[in-house]
């Protein structure tokens, strides 16, 4: 029963009440997402020092637009090592995985997002390694490529983000960018390399949202 599931449990929480659905415009890929009746406030009440924003229970822009440039142009990642920095819902990450990376490793910082990660990569038969860890402090892990989507939102962020991305891009990394344009996106730094039509969750409105290399030859 629905009503006996402890909202604590994250993993039973989101199994009982964040039906899994196709992505909107990435039908290759399914993943639980919350809906009116899903009650997520009951899960922030029994977790009020834990429980952050649901970011992980719903479809962002950059997300979408970088999962599909990612389905639509598989030699990027087949045969690389890749890893989804902020992995959320793990949309990017599961996506990697279907275009025939040779590993893939989903780091997260949120519990609730690890929970719902782990799901999504089982129901979609995904090989993904959830990564419970912060990794922007250190140096970059043994990868061919990194994939963020969504991570310019906040300042403080942004700017752990691109100093992460900046030793990535030292050690020889490629990293691939999706975002709506934000406005702490590290813009003199990226070249756009295609735009998407996106709808968010809940919207019927799109959205522009473009996928962006990393790399010093956007400095001119």
Known sequence: MIGTVPPADPTAFIRARLPVLPVPAIPEIRL?????????????DADEAGFGTPYWAYYWAGGLALARHVLDRPALVAGRRVLDLGAGSGLVAIAAA???????IAAEVDRYAIAALRLNVAHNDARVVVAHQDLTPGAPPPVDLVLVGDLFYEQALAERVTAFLERCRAAGIDVLIGDPWR????????RMLASYDVAETDSDVTRPSAVFAFDDAALG
């Open 32 to 44: 639980h997402k919350a809906i009116p009746t899903s009650r997520l406030a009951t899960l922030a």
């Open 183 to 190: 406005a702490w996106l590290p813009a003199a730094r990226l």
């Open 98 to 104: 279907r275009a025939g990376a040779a590993s893939v």
